[in-house]
């Protein structure tokens, strides 16, 4: 990992890792976006043109969700509506990049593709 946050002469704060420091910076800075509306375009149209089946999921630790995994899966299914092609899931335990997880994640996904 990069720590470019030494760079700058940054720690976090003692008991806490870099990834919560990044986090409750990303959480200040999401709260100043809210309500901004950053394109004219609408959220998430690539992802609700979708037509084939699609298969969402998410690591029930997913860094990028800043520690509300939940709720970022409500965001996408409230987005695209009631789709029966979109099936949504959280692994538990997993990240972002699912490191660890890997054939929990392959057991999913086959036995999706066999459902289809």
């Known amino acids: 990992m990069i720590e470019g946050w030494r760079t700058f002469g940054y720690a976090p704060p003692s008991g806490k890792s870099d990834a919560d420091m990044a986090r409750s910076h990303a959480e ?3 709260e100043v976006l809210r309500g901004v509306r950053l ?3 609408t959220r998430f149209r ?3 043109a979708i037509k084939k ?3 969402v ?3 029930e630790n997913d860094e990028f969700c800043f520690g509300d995994v939940p709720r970022c899966v409500a965001i996408l299914a409230a987005a695209i509506g009631a789709k029966a092609n979109f099936e949504m899931g959280i692994l538990a335990g997993a990240g972002h990049g699912f490191r660890g997880f ?3 994640l392959a057991t999913l996904i086959v036995d999706w593709m066999r459902a289809l």
């Open 39 to 41: 394109s004219r375009r």
């Open 57 to 59: 999921l998410y690591g």
């Open 28 to 30: 200040v800075f999401l």
């Open 102 to 104: 890997e054939e929990e």
């Open 46 to 48: 690539t992802v609700r």
């Open 53 to 55: 089946p699609a298969l």
